[in-house]
């Protein structure tokens, strides 16, 4: 079983909305984290946002804010008032159990935002 | 605030080919790891370096040998190049020991193997 699953291959939205970017994840550690990153066009990874398990309110970054339901498993990107910069590629990504561990990636999904 | 920096920024070669990919930080971190990007498959690990003077497999090791030269630098070498690893590489570095820290990416390699 895929440990993060991105549903969605790609999203449209126009400029000034908000959009939700889905992510699902599986693990049976009680402690892990969740992270989120924008690669655009230019093909940069760049970090936006950050969950821990055990945090018990949403992470949120400026335009950036994590729709986090443990018990579903779920960690979803929420961007308010798209940007037209915002076109990109986004990952999430986990690392499970204490101390240090790896990182492991979805597929991805391909956000395009309209004027 | 060089971060991460991968060179060269691209290459091509021919099949049977070696070749090694350099990365370098500057954030003091322990932790780097090399990954590869293909079309609809994400990122995968390649290799990681936990600290200095340690190193693992990732997923997809298969192909390839690092080399933890010093907390700085950690090198991924390809010693027969194969088209299947036509890929974008990328090199990124973390505190490590902290679970809530970021990776921190370079720029990429762009890597095509006739």
């Known amino acids: 079983a895929q440990k993060i699953t991105q549903t969605q291959p790609g999203m449209f939205v126009q400029e000034k909305e908000a959009v939700t970017l889905d992510c699902t994840y599986d693990?049976?550690?009680?402690?892990?984290?969740l992270f989120w990153y924008k690669q655009p066009s230019s093909g940069e990874m760049i970090f936006l946002i950050y969950?821990?398990?055990?945090?018990?309110q949403n992470a949120t970054e400026g335009r950036y804010s994590l729709n986090f339901q443990k018990a579903r498993k779920s960690a979803n990107l929420v961007i308010s008032a798209s940007q037209l910069g915002d076109s990109a590629m986004y990952f999430c990504?986990?690392?499970?159990?204490?101390?240090?561990?790896?990182?492991?990636f979805g597929k991805g999904t391909m956000l395009l935002v309209s004027p | 605030n060089a971060g991460v920096t991968q060179t060269p920024k691209f290459q091509v070669l021919k099949t049977g080919q070696s070749m090694t990919l350099q990365c370098a930080q500057d954030?003091?971190?322990?932790?780097m790891y090399w990954y590869r990007q293909d079309p609809g498959m994400g990122l995968r690990l390649i290799y990681y370096?936990?600290?200095?003077?340690?190193?693992d497999k990732g997923e997809v090791p298969n192909g390839y040998n690092v080399s933890r030269l010093n907390k700085r630098e950690f090198s991924l070498r390809l010693e027969s190049a194969a088209p299947s690893q036509t890929s974008v590489y990328f090199c990124?570095?973390?505190?490590?020991?902290?679970?809530?820290?970021?990776?921190?990416f370079g720029d990429g390699t762009r890597l095509s193997i006739l």
């Open positions: 990124a570095s973390s505190i490590g020991e902290y679970s809530n820290q970021p990776q921190h």
């Open positions: 693990t049976s550690d009680q402690s892990y984290g």
């Open positions: 969950q821990g398990s055990y945090d018990e």
């Open positions: 990504a986990m690392r499970e159990g204490e101390g240090y561990s790896t990182l492991t």
């Open positions: 954030m003091n971190h322990n932790s």
């Open positions: 370096s936990a600290s200095e003077g340690t190193t």
